[in-house]
């Protein structure tokens, strides 16, 4: 009689009376309790199932085969061959673990030593791509280049910009109306008052100066021009070298950047400084409030800031997609651009990190931040509305529709009136402050794709498609 689980004679044998199968009390009773069945038949089982088996204990008699010394050394002898032959086949898997262990740690050092010839092949790139010499640009400026993208502004830069921030937030509050500023009704009467013929064929930007007499726009040609408004003629012709994509003015003096990657500085007509190396267009420029700084943002994805007191570049950041515009906070201390892929990405001026990324539903068109300091108003490409953000909740709080493309959009000075441009018209957004409501005095169909403010929002200086300038103001 044996145990049905461990096959030798059972010492305290039991039967189940469902099957017939003998087992170990010990045995089963553990197999019951941890499966509820019969080892044998699978069948349900339980304890009160085992009928206990009374049988004389017996002695078992000593293996036959271990009852003499030749046996004894057989056993040994076969337990020694098993002790080799396990041996053998552990020392087999060592030399294989030591072998796929020596090829992962190869794989692992040739990883890395391709990861750092990347990185320097990727720094060295761009220390070429900073000092390339766009075709047709020029010499980059004072054979300077760029700094590694990240880098922080200088001591004396960060020190103007805390300086300007201070001021300017503490005043801007507070700052009222200037004396003879255009009203609503004023900006209501704006009409086309004169036209020029088509200057500057291709322009895409028109800028004018503080004075509001100044418009400074160029064409494809490779040729900018200072249009004086009150003469109504052309005062200064400015040769740039490569199609005109944005201007700028910089108290008396015109910056205009280039479809070859470079910023210039024009001073009463001639060139004074030559600024960028983008690789590729440059797509949008801006001044700091400090007057200290210009950025310049490129098609190549990436934006730097000058020190126009040395004219040398001093940061530049790459961004994960082409820029299409940028504009300086009011008070200097953060710089917005728009991105083809449709982000609004926000980064501290000082340090060049990236504070925000806020999404739109296409391409950025056009940014421009109002005076209050809290707003920026966006422009998408294709719409015809104008959405303004608010800073501080970094989400829309209004939509501005205006029934057809913009391409431009302006705040004036004292972030009452936004001028939007595009191919159908030109309008004003009103915002009254007082009732918190928003209205458009004007809405003219002046085909345009570039907008600015004139003296005291007197008037509007409208490019238009065809490289010319209509002039918008009451009668």
């Given at each position: ?300 994805k990436r934006f730097a800031f ?114 939007t441009a595009g191919s159908g ?51």
């Amino acid at each position: 009689m044996l145990c049905a689980i461990s096959g030798e004679a059972p010492q305290a044998p039991v039967a189940s009376r469902k099957s017939g199968n003998v087992f170990e009390r010990r045995l089963i009773e553990a197999h019951i309790a941890e499966h509820h069945t019969d080892p044998v038949t699978g069948e349900d089982l339980s304890v009160e199932d085992l009928i206990e088996l009374k049988s004389p204990r017996v002695v078992t008699p000593r293996p036959p085969n271990l009852t003499s010394i030749p046996s004894l050394l057989s056993a040994f002898q076969n337990e020694w061959d098993a002790i080799v032959l396990e041996t053998f086949t552990l020392k087999q898997h060592l030399a294989q673990t030591r072998q796929e262990l020596s090829t992962a740690l190869y794989q692992n050092d040739a990883a890395t030593r391709v990861i750092a010839r990347l990185t320097r092949e990727r720094d060295e790139a761009r220390q070429a791509l900073s000092n390339v010499t766009i075709s047709g640009g020029g010499p980059a400026a004072n054979g300077d280049a760029m700094q590694v993208d990240g880098q922080g502004l200088p001591e004396e830069l960060v020190a103007k910009v805390d300086e300007t921030q201070q001021q300017l937030f503490a005043t801007r509050r507070k700052r009222p109306i200037p004396d003879g500023w255009a009203t609503g009704d004023d900006i209501a009467a704006f009409d086309v008052k004169s036209s020029t013929d088509p200057l500057y064929p291709g322009s895409s930007n028109v800028s004018v100066d503080e004075s509001g007499d100044l418009a400074l726009f160029g064409g494809t040609d490779g040729v900018a021009g200072i249009y004086s408004i009150q003469q109504a003629q052309v005062v200064h012709t400015l040769k740039c070298g490569s199609p005109v994509t944005a201007t700028a003015w910089w108290g008396s003096k015109a910056i205009v950047a280039t479809s070859a990657g470079t910023v210039k500085v024009f001073e009463d007509g001639d060139e004074v400084a030559q600024l960028g190396s983008h690789a590729g267009a440059v797509t949008s420029i801006s001044l700091h409030p400090s007057g200290a700084i210009l950025a310049s943002a490129g098609a190549d994805k990436r934006f730097a800031f000058y020190d126009l007191t040395t004219y040398k570049t001093v940061s530049q950041v790459y961004t994960e997609a082409e820029i299409t515009c940028c504009d300086f906070h009011v008070d200097g201390l953060l710089f917005i651009t728009g991105g083809l892929d449709g982000n609004i990405r926000i980064f501290d001026v000082k340090t060049g990190a990236s504070m925000a990324v806020l999404e739109t539903s296409g391409p950025v068109r056009a940014i421009s931040f109002s005076e209050n300091g809290t707003w920026f108003a966006v422009a998408e490409k294709g719409s015809s509305s104008v959405s303004v953000w608010d800073l501080r909740k970094q989400t829309p709080i209004k939509v501005l529709d205006v029934g057809s493309q913009v391409d431009s959009i302006q705040w004036d000075y004292t972030g009452q009136f936004l001028a939007t441009a595009g191919s159908g018209s030109v309008s004003v957004q009103q915002y009254t402050k007082a009732s918190k409501s928003w209205s458009e005095p004007v809405r003219k169909a002046v085909p345009a794709r570039d907008i600015a403010w004139g003296a005291r929002a007197t008037a509007l200086v409208a490019l238009t498609v065809d490289g010319g300038l209509d002039i918008l103001g009451a009668a």
